[in-house]
T-cell receptor, first 117, second 111 residues
Framework: EAGVAQSPRYKIIEKRQSVAFWCNPI?????LYWYQQILGQGPKLLIQ????????DSQLPKDRFSAERLKGVDSTLKIQPAKLEDSAVYLC???????????????FGPGTRLTVL | GENVEQHPSTLSVQEGDSAVIKCTYS??????FPWYKQELGKRPQLIID?????GEKKDQRIAVTLNKTAKHFSLHITETQPEDSAVYFC??????????FGDGTTLTVKP
């Protein structure tokens, strides 16, 4: 089966510019996650979708970050305007729905490495 | 919110030795505890997981133990090989599937 797809793989922008990332999850996976992974740290959850609804966005800096998952399939994450501290790898992951039984294995995409100059 | 602490941050062992990585979590509602391996420049991949109704799980050279009372869980790798060298992340997940990751352990297995 095809894995989680992300694009672009690399992006370099100037601070205060905007950037958007795209993710296509594994077919049939209802849950989609966006993580920010700063060098030397673990992935930090930004937002979790269940189909096209938001389950958790408590750690999303909403003044500059936004995400959507129209039609409950692929998703975009946007940063506007970017700051230097946004330099990180942005990982998208998907999983089957937990169905109330708790977490499930997450399948990660290759990530987008963002550098903000 | 959930807080996951992982120790040690770096671990170096000789090939054939065992490696142990420990994590503690704060939210007693967490019920799923996966471990991911991330090789340099690659995506994290699940290597083993455990649910809160189980105390131990083993898969060949890898095992995970969970102490719900103390809120800690550990990854054990026996007979380490150079290809085990990577960054290992623990995570704690709630019923809703929200996962909090530790900051990772860089394991180096010296031939």
């Amino acid at each position: 089966e095809a894995g989680v797809a992300q694009s672009p793989r690399y992006k370099i922008i100037e601070k205060r510019q905007s950037v958007a990332f795209w993710c296509n999850p594994i077919s049939g996976h209802a849950t989609l996650y966006w993580y920010q992974q700063i060098l030397g740290q673990g992935p930090k959850l930004l937002i979790q979708f269940q189909n096209n609804g938001v389950v958790d966005d408590s750690q999303l800096p909403k003044d500059r970050f936004s995400a959507e998952r129209l039609k409950g399939v692929d998703s975009t994450l946007k940063i506007q305007p970017a700051k230097l501290e946004d330099s990180a790898v942005y990982l998208c992951a998907s999983s089957l729905a937990g169905g109330g039984a708790g977490g499930r294995e997450q399948f990660f995409g290759p990530g987008t490495r963002l550098t903000v100059l | 919110g959930e807080n996951v602490e992982q120790h040690p941050s770096t671990l170096s062992v000789q090939e054939g030795d065992s490696a142990v990585i420990k994590c503690t979590y704060s939210d007693s509602a967490s019920n799923y505890f996966p471990w991911y391996k991330q090789e340099l420049g690659k995506r994290p991949q699940l290597i083993i997981d455990i649910r809160s109704n189980v105390g131990e799980k083993k898969d060949q050279r890898i095992a995970v133990t969970l102490n719900k009372t103390a809120k800690h869980f550990s990854l054990h790798i026996t007979e380490t090989q150079p290809e085990d060298s990577a960054v290992y992340f623990c995570a704690a997940s709630t019923l809703a599937g929200k996962s909090t990751f530790g900051d990772g352990t860089t394991l180096t297995v010296k031939p």
